[in-house]
């Protein structure tokens, strides 16, 4: 008789089924399709008919400007928010902190909704000012991505240092120049890949605002919707190297810093 | 002489807002150039003195005076004084160079002039060729010495160090002491070290302040404070030592532990004392030849010496001697007269008030007290429509009188059944007396007693307080 043994290996097995079933198939498929054309050949047209279409190019261009101005609008909301949250003494801190994060609670579609109602009491018409709303619905949305690590940064950061500046002579505004801002650098990192990568693809904000602009993510949307499986594909792992791109400069950037601050708290 | 203190603080008191008062009426002058070390335990408000001398906290009163000019409510940037963190605060996205230029840089000075500055204090430090290394590349010990380096480069005046350390293994700390006594006297910087470590304050300071409570216990160079102890806590916290109740009992006469012993303290006869006797300072004789007898209890081996505790009578004596004793024996106890530390006892009576009820019972805690207040305020009596009128016939009213009861630490009796006692609390400090212990309960409704008692309790351990009531004296409030 064989006795079963229970490895921790098995532990793993679950997960590794599910990057199977969920990560590494889908890849295939988008691969496939993205270098496929309606024969099943392989073919480089997709990519190419991507960078040769004015059409496509624009709304890359396009949905970069709404990601960067999205993403400047709430870092610069969210860092002095931040900033404020983890240098107060209230003891309701955890209350407001609470009050930033709680939009996140309320269904998506309700919020967006809301927006759309109170962007029309005032504007009058959504379809006047189409980037001004899609950057106001992003800046909604993603917010919250921004203040939470910028605020952990923030948080965890030793006051000592801060001390320690103002002892070798640097006044309020030269310590948060000097240390401050440099070492919350990896929490604004990571809240721009949360915001700026989304804000370019998002484009149900869009839908539900009336807005009729295109984002990369509508382009998508209206590739499939029209069954071109192949060049909706090629759009998809555009976007995904650009992510990896961003994620490879950035993730060299938040390594050092965290290794610095690891190493200072030994 | 008014130039010769380089700072002074006088009253100062702080408060936190929690109103937690951390420092009280503490008064210090240090002089240019002197080593001087607030020693205490945790707490004891020196980490929060030093705050106050850099600029990160304002006092709540009181007055910070550098070289005779009103500083207190200066922001630390404007003070000429520098700080070794306890936990270095280098600065982890600089590399050592741009950590010990920051200070020199904010004073705009040239990058020429600063990099001969960083060269030389690194040379100082021993840390030579040290400057493109990032701070997470260095050990405790090194980065120590960046952090000294670091506040040492902008030449101040004063150079605070808050347990810088703390950190570091017991081998480097012995060599690091050396080497800041052997850097204060070459730099002429006047040094403020703020210690948990006697051993450290000892060998290193001019003058040590004592501190307990946020109030000083005492201020003296190590001698004064390792010789003359002020009182039980100076004596209990600086070295081992044997510490008595007793009693004078003629001129330069004093009896503690069973025995008669000449001493050099001139103290009234018939005031109560605490006597402080070093453990080195017992001589061990033999039986027949010492003032007073005892039975070799234990003999623990320290290298140097044994550390020999003789039980004699009710009392416990820690002796220390290069010759070797056994458990069992009987030996005599001889005490030179200038080894003996005469200090007037304080007076440990607990006082603490209690409300009346409508019942015309004392009340405290919650626990009502089996006696009436016409026993407690002489002269009163009690009406027939139940009032109580005071000796000038005028009535009493129980909830505007206030009883204060005291009692002696000798007469509480401690127990684990907390709710046995009148009040519950945690012991939060202990001194030994030779034959009982004196005991420090923190209580929940934010009292301190003292408590003796014969038996060791454990730090922290949750008690209840029984206080009997014949044991009791009463007095009524103002």
């Known amino acids: ?266 | 002489m008014q130039n010769e203190n380089i700072i002074e603080l006088k009253h100062i008191t702080k408060v936190y807002e929690d109103g937690f008062t951390a420092v009280s009426d503490f008064n210090l002058e240090v002089r240019k150039g002197e080593f001087v070390t607030f020693l205490g335990p945790s707490g004891c408000g020196k980490t929060t003195t030093l705050r106050m001398i850099a600029g990160f906290d304002l006092p709540t009163e009181g007055q910070i005076l550098l070289n005779g000019k009103d500083i207190t409510s200066l922001p630390p940037y404007e003070r000429p004084i520098n700080t070794v963190f306890q936990r270095y605060a280098l600065f982890p996205h600089m590399n050592i160079y741009d950590n010990i230029a920051f200070g020199l840089r904010q004073k705009k000075m040239k990058e020429e002039e600063i990099a001969r500055k960083v060269k030389k204090v690194l040379d100082l430090v021993d840390l030579e060729g040290f400057e493109n290394r990032s701070v997470s590349t260095l050990s405790g010990g090194q980065q120590q010495r960046i952090a000294i380096a670091r506040a040492l480069v902008n030449e101040p005046q004063i150079l605070l160090l808050d347990e810088p350390l703390g950190a570091l293994d017991l081998k480097m700390r012995k060599e690091m002491q050396l080497e800041l006594k052997q850097m204060h006297d070459d730099l002429g910087i006047t040094f403020i070290y703020v210690t948990h470590d006697q051993e450290e304050a000892l060998t290193m300071s001019d003058r040590i302040v004592v501190m307990s409570e946020g109030k000083m216990q005492q201020l003296g160079t190590p001698e004064d404070i390792y010789n003359e102890p002020r009182n039980a806590f100076v004596a209990d916290f600086i070295g081992e030592s044997n510490i008595f109740n007793g009693i004078m009992t003629g001129h330069l006469k004093t009896r503690f532990c069973g025995g008669e012993f000449i001493c050099v303290d001139d103290v009234e006869e018939g005031t109560h004392i605490t006597a402080v006797v070093r453990p080195e300072d017992v001589e061990l004789t033999a039986p027949e030849k010492g003032t007073i007898r005892g039975v070799v209890t234990s003999v623990i081996f320290k290298g140097m010496h044994y550390e020999i505790t003789i039980e004699s009578g009710k009392n416990e004596m820690v002796a220390r001697s290069v010759h070797v004793a056994k458990p069992g024996d009987q030996v005599g106890i001889c005490l030179a007269p200038d080894s003996i530390h005469v200090m007037i006892a304080e007076d440990h009576t607990n006082y603490f008030t209690a409300d009346i009820n409508d019942s015309h019972r004392l009340e405290y805690n919650g626990h009502t007290l089996d006696t009436s207040v016409t026993r407690i305020i002489p002269g009163s009596k009690r009406q027939e429509d139940g009032t109580i009128i005071d000796a000038n016939g005028e009535v009493i009213d129980p909830r505007r009188t206030r009883i204060v009861i005291s009692i002696q630490p000798q007469d509480i009796r401690m127990t684990d059944q907390v709710d046995e006692g009148l009040v519950e609390g945690y012991i939060s400090n202990l001194i030994y007396k030779g034959d009982h212990y004196s005991y420090v309960i923190h209580t929940d409704l934010e009292q301190d007693f003292i408590v003796d008692d014969e038996y060791l309790w454990n730090m922290d351990d949750h008690v209840g307080l029984i206080m009997p009531i014949e044991k009791m004296s009463f007095a009524l409030k103002k």
């Not at chain 1, 610069?76 to 939009?103: D, E, G, H, W």
């Open chain 1, 1 to 266: 008789m064989t006795v079963l043994r229970f490895s921790r290996k098995n532990l793993a097995l679950p997960y590794a089924l599910f990057l199977l079933v969920f990560v590494a198939a889908p890849l295939l498929v988008l691969f496939y399709y993205a270098f496929t054309n309606g024969q099943g050949h392989f073919t480089l047209s997709n990519l190419t008919g991507f960078f040769t279409d004015p059409n496509t190019l624009g709304t890359l261009c396009y949905s970069f400007a709404i990601a960067a101005v999205t993403t400047l609008v709430c870092l610069c909301i969210a860092y002095p928010t931040a900033y404020i949250l983890a240098n107060s003494r209230l003891k309701q801190k955890s209350v407001l902190v609470m009050l930033f994060i709680m939009p996140m609670w309320i269904n998506f579609s309700l919020r967006i909704t809301a927006l759309k109602e109170i962007l029309t009491l005032i504007e009058g018409n959504l379809a006047m000012f189409p980037f001004f709303n899609a950057v106001i619905g992003m800046t909604y949305d993603f917010l919250p991505f921004m203040i939470l690590p910028i605020y952990t940064t923030l948080s965890k950061m030793d006051r000592s240092l801060i001390e320690a500046a103002k002892d070798l002579g640097a006044d309020e505004k030269a310590a948060f120049l000097k240390i401050t801002l440099p070492l919350s650098v990896p929490g604004i990192v990571s809240g721009i890949s949360m915001v700026f990568l989304p804000a370019m693809t998002n484009y149900v904000v869009l839908d539900m605002l009336y807005n009729s602009t295109y984002i990369m993510g509508s382009l998508i949307g209206s590739y499939f919707s029209a069954y071109n499986w192949h060049g909706g594909s090629m759009i998809a792992l555009i976007l995904l190297a650009i992510i990896c791109i961003f994620t490879l400069l950035t993730s060299g950037m938040e390594d050092e810093d965290s290794r610095a601050m690891g190493g200072a708290r030994l």
